[in-house]
């Protein structure tokens, strides 16, 4: 009894963990947009989502319930699987931060918590109406949807404010800018803040200490929703450069029309209890806000690194999240090697982070240059006018000029 009493504790402390990864791998979905644009200083955008985040934590639990009850059979998980899936879900998080890709910390955490049950109790521990219901096909849904609203809205935006004060006009986008902001980092502790509680309810009932079907306990509650807003705090300033910069270069009149369009889409699914990745709605939106505007461009070789980025996390943490609890089942020591594991790997991470640092201080300074696609959409789509234009033309490089093959002649 003690040495399971020590696992669970193992397993809450660890969902906490991957809950903290989950708040810095995803404070660009809230901020990105609102810090590329200026709207907010970076560090003030940040304590701005992390607050709204513990907020929202405490609005539903109805994704919580998907995750503890619906997405594969509790009675037949045992506290290790709930681990073993952990380990996969924050490796998956860890890595694709370092590389600055927005990946699902959402499909991370299902992924490895279904390679584990299925390496546990096989396929038919896994709900695959479910699965498909509400995971899959969200997860391909969603950022379509909110791509497309985006769009639509940044288009209909720069009809409605041609007459507009230019000046007037950008600071009026930026405070909505903000309140959008302000409505995705409570829609994420709606939807994200809430996995975490579904998976340390369902390690409760799987240790015993809750009966099958309950909802998470406030303390589970209260934590996941503190452990999200610590981690999301902190910033994950790589993924919010790539996010807000590698992308698409925005205006404020596509940050709000993005960020208004992730919170519809998110906020909606929440209620609804689909279990979908903040994170493709926000890229959805934001790539749909960069095509919305008259000559604006998406940079498709970051957008191809992220897509790839997404179709592997599922797969990738469900491999990893099997092969830990493969060895979990060899008992205690074999739980205590994947525990060393994942420090180990995890400090590795952050050492090889170190090499190039990204925080606050240069968020915004760089972002991929143009390629080839971006180049050719530029040269065939009539350029913006006004204000929007001098922008628009630092993003696309300048053709090179022939050297001159002969001294000019005065006539």
Request: proline content about 4%; aromatic content about 6%; cysteine-free.
């Amino acid at each position: 009894m003690e040495s399971f009493s020590l696992i669970l504790a193992i397993v809450v402390v660890t969902a906490l963990v991957f809950d903290f990864t989950n708040g810095f791998h995803d404070t660009a979905n809230a901020m990105a947009t609102t810090i590329s644009t200026g709207a907010l200083k970076p560090k003030v955008a940040v304590a701005m989502s992390a607050v709204l985040n513990l907020v929202g934590a405490f609005l539903s639990v109805e994704v919580a319930n998907t995750i503890s009850k619906g997405l594969v059979d509790e009675t037949g998980i045992r506290p290790e699987v709930i681990f073993a899936a952990l380990v996969g879900a924050i490796l998956w998080n860890l890595l694709t931060w370092l590389v600055g890709l927005p990946s699902s910390s959402s499909h991370a955490l299902m992924g490895g918590l279904i390679g584990a049950t299925i390496a546990s109790a096989g396929f038919g521990a896994v709900h695959g109406d479910v699965l498909v219901t509400k995971v899959l096909i969200p997860a391909v849904v969603a950022p379509l949807v909110a791509g497309l609203a985006a769009m639509l809205a940044t288009r209909l935006t720069y009809t409605l404010g041609k007459k507009a004060d230019g000046k007037a006009s950008e600071k009026g986008y930026r405070a909505g800018q903000i309140a959008s902001a302000g409505l995705v980092s409570l829609a994420h502790g709606t939807n994200d803040a809430q996995k975490t509680m579904g998976i340390i309810t369902l390690a409760l009932v799987a240790g015993g200490t809750i009966a099958p079907d309950s909802d998470p306990p406030t303390w589970v509650i209260l934590s996941a929703g503190v452990a999200i807003a610590l981690g999301t705090y902190l910033g994950g300033w790589r993924i919010i450069r790539t996010m807000g910069k590698g992308l698409t270069d925005l205006q404020p009149q596509q940050g709000f029309a993005a960020q208004t369009s992730a919170a519809t889409v998110i906020l909606a699914s929440s209620h609804l209890g689909f279990s979908l990745s903040t994170t493709h709605s926000v890229s959805g939106s934001v790539m749909g806000a960069g095509l919305g505007r008259k000559g604006g461009v998406v940079r498709w070789s970051t957008a191809t690194r992220m897509f790839v980025a997404w179709g592997l996390t599922l797969p990738a943490a469900a491999m990893v999240g099997a092969i830990a609890e493969y060895v979990t089942g060899f008992g205690a020591w074999g739980t205590a090697l994947v525990a060393v594991f994942l420090v180990a790997s995890s400090a590795a991470i952050w050492k090889l982070s170190r090499r190039e640092v990204v925080d606050h201080t240069n968020v915004n300074e760089t972002g991929e240059p143009a390629g080839v696609v971006t180049t050719a959409m530029a040269a065939v789509t009539p350029p913006p006018t006004g204000a929007v234009a001098e922008e628009f033309a630092a993003t696309v490089p300048a053709p090179a000029t022939e050297p001159a093959t002969s001294p000019a002649t005065t006539v």
